[in-house]
């Protein structure tokens, strides 16, 4: 209904296994089942979900009452690309995300994802190297990419950055 209205819609999807009459198979689907990035101003918007009773706004702590969570454009984008560029990803929640997971500094040399800075996602048992893309305290991902595309940029770095 948003994209025939003319805004620009993202939902993350994952792939599930399910069983459909009785044969396996792999579907996408919303990983979070009630959540539309949508790209506009707030007052194009909000017609649209006064008279839609299924739409309302997600609200972050710690903004002001009343204030929707924004998602600044350049963050959107680069989740967008991680997630869309073909590489395997996994989603994490902000809960399941903590301090001793987020490792080194790297930059992504060549491929979808080249040019992004992040850091690695140093998980236990874990033999692929994965990127962490985050939208925080909503959403994370972690993408997968192969070892010649990372270039280590820096030791130790407390925080994600943005490119």
Excluded: W
Excluded at 64 to 81: L, R
């Amino acid at each position: 209904m948003l994209s025939d209205a003319g805004f620009e819609v993202f939902t993350p999807m994952e792939e599930v296994l399910t069983v459909v009459q009785g044969k396996h198979r792999r579907i996408l689907r919303p990983y979070i089942q009630d959540l539309l990035f949508v790209k506009s101003t707030r007052v194009a918007l909000d017609p649209v979900v006064n008279k839609t009773p299924t739409l309302q706004y997600r609200f972050a702590k710690g903004m002001g009452y009343m204030e929707p969570m924004f998602v600044p454009d350049k963050q959107m984008e680069d989740f967008m690309t991680a997630v869309m560029s073909g590489y395997s990803h996994t989603f994490i929640s902000p809960q399941e995300l903590s301090p001793a997971m987020i490792g080194k500094m790297v930059r992504i040399i060549g491929g979808p994802m080249n040019g992004f800075t992040g850091h690695i996602l140093s998980l236990r048992g874990a033999r692929k190297r994965k990127v962490l893309v985050e939208i925080p305290n909503l959403i994370a991902a972690a993408v997968e990419v192969a070892p010649e595309y990372i270039e280590i940029i820096n030791k130790t770095c407390p925080q994600p950055t943005e490119r």
